[in-house]
């Protein structure tokens, strides 16, 4: 069955760098879209950033832009989520979904994508000195 | 940008009564392009709805999910315990996937 694990949360420090992975299994992780969104503790759900499938398109939530960076590794079916420049309001659960598409259109080289049909148990980062 | 309200905040309710829960887009939907997820407490949300009508697998026939344009609706007929979860609608496509604030819908 289809399965997403993320990893690499903790407690780190204003400032400073943490890096989220995302281990896939069960489908074809190189057909597919790739997302991270979070949660801050009692709130609610904040998209952070979209890999196309063949991670040729990356875009990101304007909270994040330029601090954050995503990727993936299509031989090893990981998602990753390189956080730079940590803030306290990145305090937050990280949770990977799939996209239901490539999150790409072909035709127009545009954004595009699906629902989120797959979702990890998320990951904790807390940024606290 | 599409920005989505969902109303109520929190909505109180029984088992076994009806809940009614409204999503509203700042801009009309393109191709229905609405999903709704569901979260319980301390879990990952899960896909409910997609297309802004077709269910997802592993949830029974009590939801459905109706609207287009910039109103959009998920109604559950009977509630039952595990139901009562927060209730988020999303708008995809062009967008990288808004959510809206979420409905919670609590035990009376």
């Known amino acids: 069955q289809v399965q997403l694990v993320e990893s690499g949360g903790g407690v780190v420090q204003p400032g400073r760098s943490l890096r989220l992975s995302c281990a896939v299994s069960?489908?074809?992780?190189?057909?597919?879209?790739m997302h991270w969104v979070r949660q801050a503790p009692g709130k609610g759900l904040e998209w952070v950033a979209v890999?196309?499938?063949?991670?040729?398109?990356?875009y990101y939530a304007d909270s994040v832009k330029g601090r954050f960076t995503i990727s993936r590794d299509n031989s090893k079916n990981t998602l990753y989520l390189q956080m730079n420049s940590l803030r306290a309001e990145d305090t937050a659960v990280y949770y990977c979904?799939?996209?239901?598409?490539?999150?790409?259109?072909?035709?127009?080289?545009?954004?595009?994508?699906?629902?989120?049909?797959?979702w990890g148990q998320g990951t904790l980062v807390t940024v606290s000195s | 940008e599409i920005v989505l309200t969902q109303s109520p905040g929190t909505l109180s309710l029984s088992p076994g009564e009806r809940a009614t829960l409204s999503c509203r887009a700042s801009?009309?939907?393109?191709?229905?392009?609405l999903a709704w997820y569901h979260q319980k407490p301390g879990q990952a949300p899960r896909l409910l709805i997609y297309?802004?009508?077709s269910r997802a697998t592993g949830f029974p026939d009590r939801f459905s999910g109706s609207g287009s344009g910039t109103d959009f609706t998920l109604t559950i007929s009977r509630l039952e315990p595990e139901d009562f979860a927060v209730y988020y609608c999303?708008?995809?496509?062009?967008?990288?996937?808004?959510f809206g604030p979420g409905t919670k819908v609590d035990i009376k």
């Open positions: 979904a799939k996209d239901s598409s490539r999150s790409y259109d072909i035709l127009t080289g545009l954004l595009s994508v699906g629902y989120f049909d797959c």
């Open positions: 297309g802004a009508s």
């Open positions: 069960g489908f074809t992780f190189s057909s597919y879209g």
């Open positions: 999303q708008h995809y496509g062009r967008s990288a996937g808004t």
């Open positions: 801009q009309s939907v393109t191709s229905n392009y």
């Open positions: 890999i196309s499938y063949d991670g040729s398109n990356k």
